[in-house]
C-alpha cells in the first residue's frame, strides 16, 4: 500500500478509517454487513476492507 499523503498529511488508509468509522456512528444500533458499509463508503468490499486470513 502506497505511503503517499494528502494535502493534509492522511494516508488513503487513514483516510478510509476515518470514513468507515462516520459511517458506522451514522448507523449506531443496526446490524451491517461488510457490503453495506463498502456501499456506505464506497470502498470495494475486499482487503481494504476486510481483515487478511
Known amino acids: 500500500m502506497s ?14 478509517v476515518a470514513e468507515v468509522m462516520i ?10 454487513s461488510y457490503a453495506d458499509i463498502a456501499a456506505g463508503v464506497g470502498i470495494k468490499d475486499g482487503p481494504r476492507l476486510r481483515r487478511p486470513r
Do not use: K, P, Q, Y
Open 23 to 32: 459511517w458506522l456512528r451514522s448507523n449506531h444500533g443496526r446490524e451491517v
Open 3 to 16: 505511503r503517499r499523503r494528502d494535502e493534509m498529511g492522511w494516508t488513503r488508509a487513514e483516510i478510509d
